[in-house]
């Protein structure tokens, strides 16, 4: 039974296999596809979005004033002009109250003797002299102060002096002082710590001299470079700057300090372990600009006078504003009105804050001593 079932499909095969062999083979005929020319496409411009330049911001001008060449704050018009003066202002502790100093543009502390453990005496300059209502104690001046106003063109206004004194005011780039002349005022303290400048005391003054009360020959120009109120530096973008809320110099027998307020940006100035305070309004002296200069001095006597060597180029410093510090240099030309220039360590001249400076001379051999944190 198998084997007729094989031989039975056997024989299917063979004629299947026949029957398809006796067809003729089918011609395929191949078909090129057609392929869409597919255009071209053209390279269209990219919009690339170009950096604008930062607009430079400006403080507003109100009518009828100028930007203060001192602080850039803007004040009457009419003192465009008009010289300022260089008051000397006794800092011993006998002097205090002081008076009169927070209405300064600029105060300079400078070391005064090497005696009395180097005791400091302040440098105030003012562009509007005509609205004082007190100012000092009023005490000698030293050769550093005539160098250092002479850099603003500012009449220096003192009670006497050692007379290293003299070969200065003889020049007439420095000949313009007023000394001794201001009102006594009964204090109860002993007549060295009695001198002020009172309301009249420079008109009167200038009327009984030959001194302009305007710019002269020998004004050298704008002191500093400043950025405006409303786009103030925050020195956040330079590299080398460091925190500074606090800076404790070096002046042995006042202990200057300085701290920083961050709610309003400025840096009060403290000595004899005290807040400074005005004598008349109660209001803690304070900066929005601090300017710290390491300078080598020549002492000059026994006694303790000296002079700074403010002629110098390429020593150290700090700037300090709002909360922060740099490291900078300085330079001075010559004995003459040339300007302290400051600059930062790529050395570019810095611009300082719109607003009130305190500037230090540090003795170099102390500079060790100095804490900024």
């Known amino acids: 039974m198998k084997r007729k079932v094989v031989s039975t499909l056997a024989v299917l095969l063979c004629v299947g296999m026949l029957g398809a062999c006796g067809k003729e083979e089918a011609t395929v005929e191949y078909v090129q596809p057609q392929i869409e020319e597919i255009p071209a496409v053209k390279d269209e411009p990219v919009e690339v979005e170009q950096e604008v330049a930062k607009e430079p911001m400006e403080d507003e001008l109100p009518e009828g004033m100028y930007f203060s060449e001192l602080t850039h704050l803007p004040i009457s018009l009419e003192l465009k002009d008009q010289r300022p003066i260089a008051a000397m202002v006794d800092n011993e502790k006998t002097a205090l109250p002081h008076f009169g100093m927070n209405e300064a543009d600029i105060v300079y502390e400078i070391m005064n003797s090497t005696q009395n453990d180097r005791i400091t005496r302040f440098m105030v300059l003012m562009k509007d002299w005509g609205s004082i209502e007190q100012l000092g104690s009023i005490r000698s001046t030293r050769p550093t102060n005539i160098l250092l106003a002479a850099e603003y063109n500012a009449v220096l206004c003192h009670d006497g002096g050692p007379f290293y004194i003299d070969a200065y005011f003889s020049k007439a780039i420095f000949k313009d002082h007023f000394s001794g002349i201001f009102s006594r005022v009964d204090n109860g303290k002993a007549r060295e710590f009695t001198e002020y400048i009172m309301p009249g005391d420079l008109d009167k003054a200038f009327n009984n001299s030959k001194f302009s009360t305007t710019y002269t020959e020998y004004y050298p120009g704008e002191h500093f470079k400043f950025a405006p109120k409303v786009d103030p530096i925050t020195l956040s973008d330079n590299g080398d700057s460091k925190t500074c809320t606090f800076i404790d110099l070096p002046f042995k027998h006042n202990g200057s300090e300085l701290e920083y307020n961050d709610s309003d940006e400025k840096y009060y100035y403290a000595e004899y372990n005290a807040p400074h305070k005005d004598g008349k309004t109660g209001e803690v002296l304070c900066f929005d600009n601090v300017i710290i200069q390491k300078c080598t001095f020549t002492q000059l006597d026994d006694h303790g006078y000296l002079i700074y060597n403010v002629i110098d180029s390429g020593k150290e410093g ?29 050395g570019n001249e810095i611009s300082i804050n719109t607003g009130k400076t305190y500037i230090t001379l540090v003795p170099s051999d102390n500079w060790d001593q100095l804490v900024i944190k």
């Open 318 to 346: 700090f700037y300090c504003t709002h909360g922060k510090c740099i490291p900078i240099t300085w330079a001075k030309g010559g004995e003459d009105n040339s300007i302290t220039r400051f600059y930062d360590m790529s």
